[in-house]
C-alpha cells in the first residue's frame, strides 16, 4: 500500500485506521496510532500535541512498510517487537508466543498465593516459559527467589535468555530447552505454568493474528486441550515442595475439567480467579 507523498502525523493516522477498519481490524484506531508513533519515532503525547508535523518520507515509507504487515495480520506487537507485560518490556520473537495481558492473572494469583513469602528465599519452576514473561514478572516482584524455566522450544528459550538479560534477572534464573516430560530438578516452592490449552481442532478458527503468527507448540493442547495439565497434575507430586504452590493458567471453558484433573491427583483447590474480561484464567492449587 502507498501514503500520499506528504501527510500529516494526523493524516497519516487517519488513513491508516481507515484501511485497517476496511480490513475488518477491530482495533484499527489504535493500531494505527501505536503504528504511526512507532513509524514517527514520537511518543503518544507528541502525537496528540503536534497532530500536523508532517512526517519525513523516510517515516512514511517505513509506516508503508508497517501498514503492509498490519493488513497480513500480522499482530502489533510482532510489528514493532515488543510487549510490554507486567510492569516489563519483552522483545517479541517469531515462533515465541507474544504474552498476553490476560496472563499477568497469573502472576498477580501467585503473588497473592505467596503473601508475605514473596519476600523469603523461594524457588519457581515456570513450565512452558516462552518469553520468559511469567518467571521474570515474578522475579522481578520477589527479590530474592530463583527459578528454573523451561520450554521445548529452542526459539522460546532463546527468547526466554534474551528477555531475562535485558531485565538483569539472568543471575537468578536458570533457562532449560527440555519437555515437562522429562525429569526436572527440584522440588519447587513454586510451580506455575500457562501451558497450550486450545484443542486441536478448533485452532484453524482462531483469528489469523493468532493461528499464523503464535507458534503450534504454544497452542496446541490436544483433541480436549487438556493433555498439558494431564501431564503436569502426574508429575506434581515431584516437583512441589511441602506447602508448595501450583498456579496454572486456563482456558475460559476448563476450569470444570481441570478440576477434575488435578482433583483425581490429590491436589486442593484454593483459589480460582478471573481475568479483567470476567472469564476463568487462572487456578492456585495445593497438595
Ligand atoms: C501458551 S505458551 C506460554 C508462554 C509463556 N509462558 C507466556 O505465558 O507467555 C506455552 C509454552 O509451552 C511450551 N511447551 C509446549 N509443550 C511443551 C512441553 N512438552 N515441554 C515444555 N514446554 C512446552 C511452548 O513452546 C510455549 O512456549
Not at 524457588?123 to 522475579?139: E, K, N, V
Amino acid at each position: 500500500m502507498r501514503f500520499p507523498a506528504r501527510a500529516s502525523i494526523a493524516q497519516a493516522t487517519e488513513s491508516l485506521s481507515a484501511l485497517l477498519k476496511q480490513a475488518g481490524i477491530a482495533e484499527h484506531h489504535s493500531d494505527a496510532r501505536r503504528l504511526v508513533c512507532a513509524a514517527f519515532d514520537i511518543t503518544h503525547i507528541e502525537m496528540v500535541l503536534r497532530p500536523d508535523k508532517e512526517g519525513e518520507p523516510a517515516e512514511l515509507a517505513r509506516l508503508e512498510a508497517f501498514a503492509t504487515r498490519r493488513l497480513l495480520r500480522e499482530p502489533v506487537t510482532r510489528i514493532l517487537g515488543t510487549r510490554g507485560f507486567w510492569s516489563l518490556d519483552f522483545t517479541v520473537r517469531p515462533q515465541v508466543l507474544d504474552p498476553r495481558p490476560d496472563t499477568e492473572v497469573v502472576v498477580e494469583a501467585c503473588l497473592d498465593a505467596l503473601g508475605s513469602r514473596r519476600g523469603d528465599r523461594f524457588s519457581i519452576l515456570d513450565l512452558g516459559t516462552g518469553s520468559g514473561a511469567i518467571i521474570a514478572a515474578l522475579l522481578s516482584e520477589c527479590p530474592l527467589a530463583r527459578g528454573i524455566a523451561v520450554d521445548l522450544s529452542s526459539e522460546a528459550t532463546a527468547a526466554a535468555k534474551h528477555n531475562l538479560a535485558a531485565l538483569a534477572l539472568s543471575d537468578r534464573v536458570v533457562v532449560l530447552q527440555q519437555s515437562w516430560l522429562e525429569p526436572l530438578p527440584g522440588p519447587f516452592d513454586l510451580v506455575v505454568s500457562n501451558p497450550p490449552y486450545i484443542e486441536t481442532g478448533v485452532i484453524g478458527d482462531l483469528d489469523p493474528e493468532v493461528r499464523e503468527f503464535d507458534p503450534m507448540l504454544a497452542l496446541d493442547g490436544g483433541l480436549d486441550g487438556l493433555d498439558a495439565y494431564r501431564a503436569i497434575a502426574e508429575r506434581i507430586r515431584s516437583w512441589l515442595s511441602r506447602d508448595g504452590i501450583l498456579v496454572v493458567e486456563i482456558g475460559a471453558t476448563q476450569a470444570g475439567a481441570v478440576k477434575t484433573i488435578f482433583e483425581n491427583a490429590g491436589a486442593r483447590l484454593l483459589a480460582l480467579r478471573q481475568d479483567y474480561a470476567g472469564q476463568n484464567r487462572a487456578m492456585v492449587w495445593v497438595l
